[in-house]
């Protein structure tokens, strides 16, 4: 079974997915912000959410999309998502800090 995963992520990365991780300060917020993905139709894979104890929750998933372009469909259109916006990178580089540059880069737009 493991092997078949692999093969699959491989697959993806190939096709040019990223695999991201974040953090977000609830499960909702998570469900809220891939079901805004949803609807637009786009392609998230193997998704993957740990809840911690004390409420928030971190996550994973695989995607052709940008990582701007995630955050400000989530800025946009979805209610209180500003940990997933403050947190997300691509899995190797995913430390948990709490990164506020993409608003700044907005207001300098």
């Keep these: 079974m493991e092997a078949v995963d692999t093969l699959y992520l491989e697959s993806l990365e190939k096709k040019g997915f990223v695999h991201y991780k974040a953090r977000a300060e609830c499960f909702v917020d998570i469900l ?3 079901n805004l993905l949803r609807n637009r139709h786009i ?3 193997s998704p993957t959410i740990k809840e911690t104890a ?3 929750a971190n996550f994973d ?3 052709n999309m940008p990582i ?3 955050k400000v469909i989530w800025d ?5 998502l500003h940990r997933i916006i403050q ?3 691509p899995i190797d580089k995913y430390d ?3 990164d506020n540059s993409f608003w700044e880069e907005q207001e300098s737009k």
């Design 32 to 34: 809220d912000a891939f």
């Design 43 to 45: 392609v998230l894979a």
């Design 54 to 56: 004390l409420g928030c």
């Design 61 to 63: 998933f695989w995607t």
């Design 68 to 70: 701007n372009d995630l």
């Design 76 to 80: 946009k259109e979805g209610r209180d």
């Design 87 to 89: 947190t997300i990178k």
């Design 96 to 98: 948990g800090k709490v």
